[in-house]
């Protein structure tokens, strides 16, 4: 499922529409940026807005649709790999996985 763009249908059915190709060229490791969550469907799994794209990621931590994530990019290939980055100090890192 990884690496694509997704719409969602009635009935909470994503389809890909087209490839994160243009997404990779713009992302560097060690790069932070923002992101929104779109929704949470199914166990893990959260689909997030990433500068007009539309990510299918796997987390173990549960969002709610709306909030906004900043990440770290870790790694491009073979699959994006972003570090949660906490609004608190307190708060520990969790990794997020494109599918």
Request: hydrophobic share 35%.
């Amino acid at each position: 499922m990884g690496g694509y763009n997704y719409h969602r249908l009635p009935g909470g059915i994503y389809l890909p529409v087209d490839n994160l190709d243009q997404l990779k060229k713009r992302l560097i490791p060690g790069q932070r940026i923002k992101s929104r969550v779109l929704d949470q469907f199914g166990q893990h799994q959260i689909l997030l807005r990433v500068w007009n794209y539309n990510v299918l990621t796997h987390s173990e931590t549960e969002f709610e649709p709306g909030t906004e994530l900043t990440l770290l990019v870790e790694a491009i290939e073979p699959r994006f790999q972003f570090r949660l980055i906490p609004e608190r100090k307190d708060s520990s890192m969790i990794n997020v996985t494109v599918e």
